[in-house]
């Protein structure tokens, strides 16, 4: 009797035993499912590591990120600004004098493109005074004047800044041409009248203005 009580007894042991180890077993399992949940969240939520460097990241000078165009300077001065770069370029030397030479072409593709919408506004201007029966003199000294214009105004023109972009190998330009610098060459053409060099400065300022507001 009681070896049987003992028999007894030794298999409830057993099965409280391994009743216990499949509990607990069950906890590490939910617990590892558990882990496995909050890593897939945590990986799904967490923000990727930037790998792309851009020029924002250095804290530029403003002109970097605003480009070339028409504007206004803190002190008011209407102005026209181009941007170059240059990058890949081993030599100091080489780099920045292309990257001036690619501020400088585009600032005198804006000059080119002011100076033509002032040249077809007038053209209309001039044909109707011609068609009314006025000398058509003035109208072919307008036309002579816009041919030089981009010149005589690109040669007051100039460098006044560099950025290079500490991570990369790129060397940035700043090229500057005041408005008044056109104005004043257009005052040197003596063949045309008071009035025409009047209007066509008066234009211009319009005109970089409309330049200004559209980003231009």
């Known amino acids: 009797m009681s070896g049987h009580c003992s028999k007894s007894f030794n298999s409830l042991e057993f099965y409280s035993l391994t009743e216990v180890a499949m509990k607990n077993v069950q906890k590490c399992f939910i617990f590892i499912v558990l882990l496995a949940i909050v890593g897939m969240v945590s990986g799904?939520?967490?923000t990727p590591e930037k790998t792309r460097v851009t020029v924002g990241d250095y804290q530029p000078p403003e002109w970097v990120n605003k480009g070339s165009g028409a504007f206004e300077d803190g002190s008011?001065?209407?102005?026209?600004?181009?941007?170059?770069?240059?990058?890949?370029?081993?030599?100091?030397?080489?780099r920045r004098s292309t990257a001036d030479d690619r501020a400088l072409?585009?600032?005198?593709?804006?000059?080119?493109?002011?100076?033509?919408?002032?040249?077809?506004d007038f053209q209309e201007i001039t044909g109707r005074s011609t068609a009314?029966?006025?000398?058509?003199?003035?109208?072919?000294?307008?036309?002579?004047?816009?041919?030089?214009?981009?010149?005589q105004t690109l040669s007051g023109s100039k460098i006044i800044d560099h950025w290079e972009h500490p991570a990369?190998?790129?060397?940035?330009?700043?090229?500057?041409?005041?408005?008044k610098i056109m104005?004043?060459?257009?005052?040197?053409?003596?063949?045309?009248?008071d009035e025409s060099r009047d209007a066509i400065k008066k234009k211009a300022e319009k005109l970089h203005e409309e330049m200004r507001k559209e980003g231009l």
């Open 105 to 120: 072409a585009n600032l005198a593709t804006q000059i080119e493109a002011t100076v033509k919408r002032l040249s077809k």
């Open 132 to 151: 009314a029966g006025k000398d058509s003199t003035e109208r072919e000294n307008v036309a002579q004047a816009f041919k030089v214009l981009v010149n």
């Open 168 to 179: 990369k190998n790129v060397l940035y330009s700043l090229a500057r041409i005041e408005l």
């Open 76 to 94: 008011g001065e209407k102005v026209f600004y181009g941007v170059g770069s240059a990058d890949g370029i081993r030599s100091i030397s080489l």
């Open 183 to 193: 104005e004043k060459k257009i005052d040197l053409h003596n063949e045309l009248s």
């Open 44 to 46: 799904c939520t967490s």
